[in-house]
T-cell receptor, first 116, second 116 residues
Framework: AQSVTQPDIHITVSEGASLELRCNYSYGATPYLFWYVQSPGQGLQLLLKYFSGDTLVQGIKGFEAEFKRSQSSFNLRKPSVHWSDAAEYFC??????????????FGKGTHLIIQP | NAGVMQNPRHLVRRRGQEARLRCSPM?????VYWYRQLPEEGLKFMVYLQKENIIDESGMPKERFSAEFPKEGPSILRIQQVVRGDSAAYFC??????????????FGPGTRLTVL
């Protein structure tokens, strides 16, 4: 069965500092990987996705993520965070088993707090 | 192009009542997914539907929950005889699937169900 682990429940970062959010996945086939962001009381917005090809993917809002198959990881990074980045971040995995149509499996999320 | 629409945004029910949650996918999307988010948790996949067909309901509770996506109109998630444990945010996502591509799921703003 597929699973996603986000080891950090909360992370506090100073504004302007760099950020890395960790994500490890377990999936028996070629994974499709996603990072979503959720602001309080809102839906999910896709930050970036990895399907194939270059293992370093660029997303919106200055985020990037690197797929490392050997480590089963897909960590999210940002070189300099802004106060508006405070939110909940979810890593998710889907696959091609269903022809690319699987429901996604989400991690439990990392709550990002930005200090002034 | 309007995004995924969900209504109502907030729904309050008393124990034993029925809850009906609606989801209108993005224009041109014929695939709908429902997810449930419990407090302090990530999203859990419930069901995947295409027009007039349930494709995967492996995440649906065996009793009281049902979903449909008729030929015309929105997708409906129906919860009969609600209990307090059904209190959660319910998110709908839609996707357009073309041959050889993966589904990028676009999420609605969610319906927050409170059972008194």
């Amino acid at each position: 069965a597929q699973s996603v682990t986000q080891p950090d429940i909360h992370i506090t970062v100073s504004e302007g500092a760099s950020l890395e959010l960790r994500c490890n996945y377990s999936y028996g086939a070629t994974p499709y990987l996603f990072w979503y962001v959720q602001s309080p009381g809102q839906g999910l917005q896709l930050l970036l996705k990895y399907f194939s090809g270059d293992t370093l993917v660029q997303g919106i809002k200055g985020f990037e993520a690197e797929f490392k198959r050997s480590q089963s990881s897909f960590n999210l990074r940002k070189p300099s965070v802004h106060w508006s980045d405070a939110a909940e971040y979810f890593c998710a995995v889907g696959g091609i088993d269903g022809g690319g149509a699987d429901g996604l499996t989400f991690g439990k999320g990392t709550h990002l707090i930005i200090q002034p | 192009n309007a995004g995924v629409m969900q209504n109502p945004r907030h729904l309050v029910r008393r124990r034993g009542q029925e809850a009906r949650l609606r989801c209108s996918p993005m224009k041109g999307h014929s695939h709908v997914y429902w997810y449930r988010q419990l407090p302090e948790e990530g999203l859990k996949f419930m069901v995947y539907l295409q027009k007039e067909n349930i494709i995967d309901e492996s995440g649906m509770p065996k009793e009281r929950f049902s979903a449909e996506f008729p030929k015309e109109g929105p997708s409906i998630l129906r919860i009969q005889q609600v209990v307090r444990g059904d209190s959660a945010a319910y998110f709908c996502a839609s996707a357009f699937l073309a041959s050889g591509t993966h589904n990028e799921q676009f999420f609605g703003p969610g319906t927050r169900l409170t059972v008194l």
